[in-house]
């Protein structure tokens, strides 16, 4: 079935059974009212430089770095390797629903459907023009949808297997995501739009971010009522997703390239939301009137003439937020006192921050995925990924049920771990 050219939008008179959104507003946990016009953050604060294993060691010598590149243990229960070879895999997601497939896409154009257990392949989705840049579950597994970097929509039905509906946005896709509680698929694009679109009858409607730039990246109430973007241009947004209305918007204080919203998390409470941005700070936004509270600098002196960026956050348990940058350094904030707890150099880029209460996994570039204790900072566990060349980490999910950690690779391939849940 192929929608690409839909003619009907959504209208405001059949919105009630997937639009219906409209309630009172989140209740708020102020912080001080003094941080409404917040200066950064700037503490004293303990570093904690990792030691651990053979290419963790601050005093090995460059050949001895050069070992990394080698091969070594490779702690995976499952090693999926059906996309091309050294062809990235960009992004996976788990089914929410029985945390038992997978989908991945990537650089050759191509998704898989794929069993957790096994890695046993139950579909392969192609007809691609570009490389897959997202996809995502329904919130009841019921469908699949992947999106390419040149416009390209597609959904399957995950029993049938067949494909029952396609769309092209015009514009370059920047992310996909699924409603949490309605069969409703969310699509930023490079030209500020954020798309909805019902599935499968593919009606739709627009918000444009009023940018040149892209929608970067996003965030879904837990009331599935409002979401929150943030662009390339710095801007900060609460959009209304029945009325189609933007709620608040954040500007940022400077209209240069190096401040754009490339991370983000919103706290359980549906209070704060974290954004981290290209000029390595994270914001903390007041959700109910988009007020900026705090603003943290996530680096140090000498960090300032590297390329740096603050690549994921994320609420951790007891009131506090963690930082990765891509240079290595996670920023361990305790939000309600605005100090720093801990700073952890591991010695990678990290590229994503899921954390679990006081448990916190990071995935990094040199293949490893390091489970800390937010509190102290202290190593708890550390997976590898068998080393050699391109072993890069691209993306990570937790599976609902916390027992397994799935990663997509650079060089093609896709790994499942066993958590150190019971």
């Known amino acids: 079935m192929d929608n690409s050219k839909p003619t009907t939008s959504i209208e405001d008179e059949n919105d009630e059974d997937e639009f219906a959104l409209l309630g009172d507003p989140v209740e708020v946990i102020e912080l001080d009212s003094s941080t409404a016009n917040?200066?950064?953050?700037?503490?004293?604060?303990?570093?904690?430089?990792?030691?651990?294993?053979?290419?963790l060691?601050?005093?090995?010598?460059?050949?001895?770095?050069?070992?990394?590149?080698?091969l070594e243990d490779d702690d995976a229960l499952i090693l999926f390797n059906k996309h091309e070879k050294s062809k990235s895999v960009f992004c996976l997601s788990v089914d929410p629903s029985t945390s038992t497939k997978v989908i991945s896409g990537g650089e050759d154009d191509k998704c898989f459907l794929w069993k957790i257990a096994d890695g046993e392949t139950l579909c392969?989705?192609?007809?691609?023009?570009?490389?897959?840049i997202d996809c995502?579950?329904?919130?009841?597994?019921?469908?699949?949808?992947?999106?390419?970097?040149?416009?390209?929509?597609?959904?399957?039905?995950?029993?049938?297997?067949?494909?029952?509906?396609?769309?092209?946005?015009?514009?370059?896709?920047?992310l996909l995501r699924f409603h949490p509680s309605a069969h409703i698929l969310l699509c930023g694009t490079n030209d500020s739009q954020l798309w909805l679109f019902k599935i499968p009858s593919g009606e739709y409607k627009t918000m444009h971010g009023a940018t040149d730039k892209s929608l970067l990246t996003l965030s879904i109430l837990s009331n599935g009522k409002q979401c929150i973007c943030g662009y390339g241009s710095g801007q900060i947004k609460m959009w209304d997703?029945?009325?189609?209305?933007?709620?608040?918007?954040?500007?940022?204080?400077?209209?240069?390239?190096?401040?754009?919203?490339?991370?983000?998390?919103?706290?359980?409470?549906?209070?704060?939301?974290?954004?981290?941005s290209t000029d390595v700070t994270c914001r903390i936004i007041n959700i109910t009137n988009g007020k900026l509270l705090t603003l943290f600098n996530c680096f140090l002196e000498e960090d300032e003439k590297v390329d740096n960026s603050v690549e994921s956050v994320t609420f951790g348990g007891e009131n506090l937020l963690i930082c990765g940058t891509v240079i290595g350094h996670l920023f361990i904030w305790d939000v309600n006192s605005k100090q720093i707890r801990t700073r952890i150099?591991?010695?990678?880029?990290?590229?994503?921050?899921?954390?679990?209460?006081?448990?916190?996994?990071?995935?990094?570039?040199?293949?490893?995925?390091?489970?800390?204790?937010?509190?102290?900072?202290?190593?708890?566990?550390?997976?590898?990924?068998?080393?050699?060349?391109?072993?890069?980490?691209?993306?990570?999910?937790?599976?609902?049920?916390?027992?397994?950690?799935?990663?997509?690779?650079?060089?093609?391939?896709?790994?499942?771990?066993?958590?150190?849940?019971?």
């Not at 040199?366 to 800390?372: E, M, P, R, S």
Request: aromatic share 8%; net charge negative; glycine share 6%.
């Open 136 to 174: 995502c579950f329904s919130f009841d597994s019921k469908y699949v949808c992947a999106g390419d970097m040149g416009g390209q929509l597609r959904c399957w039905d995950v029993n049938s297997k067949e494909e029952i509906w396609s769309f092209h946005t015009g514009s370059d896709i920047e």
């Open 345 to 422: 150099n591991t010695n990678s880029g990290i590229v994503k921050c899921i954390s679990d209460s006081t448990s916190l996994y990071t995935a990094c570039l040199d293949g490893h995925i390091k489970l800390f204790d937010v509190r102290n900072g202290e190593l708890l566990k550390e997976w590898k990924s068998g080393g050699g060349n391109d072993c890069q980490i691209l993306n990570m999910v937790i599976t609902n049920d916390k027992q397994h950690i799935l990663c997509s690779y650079s060089q093609g391939t896709c790994r499942i771990f066993k958590t150190n849940k019971t």
């Open 124 to 132: 392969e989705y192609n007809n691609f023009q570009d490389s897959i």
């Open 241 to 276: 997703l029945k009325q189609c209305q933007t709620v608040w918007q954040y500007d940022p204080t400077t209209t240069d390239d190096n401040n754009q919203i490339i991370s983000m998390c919103v706290n359980d409470e549906n209070s704060l939301v974290a954004c981290g």
């Open 57 to 70: 060691n601050d005093d090995e010598d460059e050949s001895d770095q050069m070992e990394q590149t080698e």
């Open 38 to 55: 917040a200066a950064p953050v700037e503490e004293p604060f303990d570093d904690l430089d990792l030691d651990h294993g053979d290419n």
